[in-house]
């Protein structure tokens, strides 16, 4: 719930955006590398970020959009690659699907 809470107020504050990758945005209005790495190292599996990320987002098939359809068949890096994406970038569907879906 806590966690929760802080998505909503930093959402708040973060309404402008800034044009960094996600995961230095991340860093930035959180505790570093740590709010997402063990000890600031990523994991072999990437489960633990995984972890981090559900924590405060909540899980997939708790998320709205195109996010439950993929609950249990993928990580949230799969789709938001965190030190390449920046900020605001979006996700397309026709990286994955060839049906023109958006
Ligand atoms: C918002 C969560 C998040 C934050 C904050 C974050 N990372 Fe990551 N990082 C990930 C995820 C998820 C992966 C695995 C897949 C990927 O690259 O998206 C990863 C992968 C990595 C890798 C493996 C190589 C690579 O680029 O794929 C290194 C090294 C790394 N992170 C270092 C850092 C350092 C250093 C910081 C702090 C400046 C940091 N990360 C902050 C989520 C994060
Ligand atoms: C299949 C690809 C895909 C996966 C997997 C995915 N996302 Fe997304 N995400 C998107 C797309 C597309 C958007 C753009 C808006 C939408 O459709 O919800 C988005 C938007 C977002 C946003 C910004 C808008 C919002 O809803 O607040 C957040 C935060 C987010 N995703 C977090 C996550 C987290 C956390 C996970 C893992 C638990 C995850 N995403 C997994 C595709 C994905
Ligand atoms: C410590 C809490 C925390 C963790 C851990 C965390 N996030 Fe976030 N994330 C936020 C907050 C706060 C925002 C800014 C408000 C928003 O957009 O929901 C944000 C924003 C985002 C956005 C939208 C950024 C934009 O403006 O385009 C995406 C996508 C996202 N996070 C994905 C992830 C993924 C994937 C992970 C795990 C690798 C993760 N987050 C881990 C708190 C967190
Ligand atoms: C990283 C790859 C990836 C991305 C990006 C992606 N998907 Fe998927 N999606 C999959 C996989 C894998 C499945 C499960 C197998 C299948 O049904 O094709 C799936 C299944 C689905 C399903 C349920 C089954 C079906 O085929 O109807 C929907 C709905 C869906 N995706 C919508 C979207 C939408 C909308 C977007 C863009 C916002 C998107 N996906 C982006 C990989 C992805």
Do not use: I, W
């Not at 107020?9 to 960094?20: N, P, R």
């Not at 609950?71 to 060839?98: N, R, Y």
Request: hydrophobic fraction near 35%; charged fraction near 25%.
């Amino acid at each position: 719930m806590y966690k929760k809470l802080l998505v909503a107020l930093f959402g708040m504050a973060m309404a402008t955006g800034a044009q960094a990758a996600l995961a230095d945005m991340h860093a930035e209005m959180n505790d570093g590398c740590e709010s997402c790495h063990a000890e600031g190292m990523p994991s072999e599996d990437g489960a633990f970020e995984m972890e981090q990320c559900a924590m405060c987002h909540g899980a997939l098939n708790e998320m709205e959009g195109a996010h439950p359809a993929h609950d249990g068949l993928m990580e949230c890096s799969d789709c938001h690659q965190l030190h390449e994406h920046e900020a605001a970038t979006e996700v397309t569907c026709d990286a994955c699907h060839d049906d023109g879906r958006k």
